[in-house]
């Protein structure tokens, strides 16, 4: 029996973000220039010709997978950033705990890695990233931190140094998972990471001991 034209709509609507989920596994798993469309296509369930009706090359899935998953990350964390409601602390936290989650998701964290990787090759994928996420992050935490210092919360810092403090160790987890990390080895709690990393930035951010 042959499916309805509705549901035969429903899957082609769903074939982009299986394609892209395949795709996210399959740079995890080989790397951006080990991966092969003919494995994402298999891991879609597809063919390899049914894939390019929906992306011409790997960089435009790469393109999409930034577009569909970092980047609303970063839209989120900074719409919480920009609306602390007269607690900059806590702004911090809740942001942070959205970091966290994304520390957690291995085909979210995956894409920066391959970023990173593969800047020098595709630069137009690094200044899109560059635009849609960094900037977007790194303004919102920025402008966080100015007021947290004219209310008197933050100690009277460079506030670009204070932000590229606070993403450094996120950086540096995603790299470790995706490069240092060994088979089988215990992975650490995203959480547990972010609660600690708060506690030393905290601890020499603010003013008073009464904030933390």
Not at 91 to 118: D, M, N, T, Y
Not at 172 to 182: A, D, G, L, N, V
Request: hydrophobic residues 45%; contains cysteine.
């Amino acid at each position: 029996m042959q499916a309805s034209p509705k549901l035969r709509q429903r899957r082609a609507d769903a074939r982009p973000d299986e394609i892209l989920n395949a795709a996210a596994r399959c740079f995890l798993a080989c790397g951006f220039s080990g991966a092969k469309v003919e494995h994402i296509a298999a891991g879609a369930g597809l063919s390899k010709g049914a894939v390019y009706l929906y992306f011409k090359s790997k960089e435009e899935m790469l393109r999409a997978l930034i577009e569909r998953g970092v980047k609303r990350v970063a839209r989120t964390a900074a719409d919480r950033l920009d609306t602390d409601n007269g607690d900059p602390i806590q702004a911090l936290k809740e942001a942070a705990g959205i970091f966290a989650q994304v520390l957690s998701k291995p085909e979210l964290f995956v894409v920066p890695r391959i970023v990173i990787a593969e800047a020098g090759n595709f630069p137009e994928i690094a200044r899109l990233y560059r635009d849609e996420v960094i900037d977007v992050g790194k303004g919102a935490l920025e402008r966080l931190i100015k007021r947290g210092q004219v209310a008197g919360v933050f100690v009277q810092m460079d506030p670009q140094v204070v932000v590229r403090s606070l993403i450094g160790p996120f950086i540096m987890q995603m790299i470790w998972r995706t490069t240092f990390e060994r088979p089988g080895e215990e992975t650490l709690d995203p959480e547990a990471l972010v609660s600690g990393h708060l506690d030393i930035v905290l601890n020499g951010l603010c003013t008073r001991k009464e904030h933390q």
